[in-house]
Nanobody, 128 residues
Framework: VQLQASGGGLVQAGDSLRLSCAVSGGTFSRNIVGWFRQAPGKEREFVAA???????YYAESVKGRFTLSRDNAKHMVNLQMNSLKPEDTAFYYC???????????????????????WGQGTLVTVSS
């Protein structure tokens, strides 16, 4: 399974960006998909995820501003980011989990260890 993330850039506070992640290989429709981010000097943190049933999960810090969408036909995962803030500045990584988990909890989707494959990261910089 390979992931290719794109869409990062430099924007001003309040602007929007759309990140995309193309996934090749594996059985995309059966996978969980997620976005994580890592700011300089900080640990990688959960941003958003979606299960096979399209139920979405978001970190509290982005809820209401970010929207994850998955397109099973195109094997794509997108992250629409609105009302960006300087604290959103980070490398953003898309990820895929291939394990068959029934009735996974929110905690499972938020856990880095639940994901098996990662994209290369795309940098989002938000200026104040």
């Amino acid at each position: 399974v390979q992931l290719q993330a794109s869409g990062g850039g430099l924007v001003q506070a309040g602007d929007s960006l759309r990140l995309s992640c193309a996934v090749s290989g594996g059985t995309f429709s059966r996978n969980i998909v997620g976005w994580f981010r890592q700011a300089p000097g900080k640990e990688r943190e959960f941003v958003a995820a979606a299960g096979r049933n399209y139920i979405e999960y978001y970190a509290e810090s982005v809820k209401g501003r970010f929207t994850l969408s998955r397109d099973n036909a195109k094997h794509m995962v997108n992250l629409q980011m609105n009302s960006l803030k300087p604290e959103d500045t980070a490398f953003y990584y898309c990820a895929v989990g291939i394990r068959a988990i029934s009735s996974a909890s929110r905690r499972y989707y938020m856990d880095i260890k639940s994901y098996d494959y990662w994209g290369q990261g795309t940098l989002v910089t938000v200026s104040s």
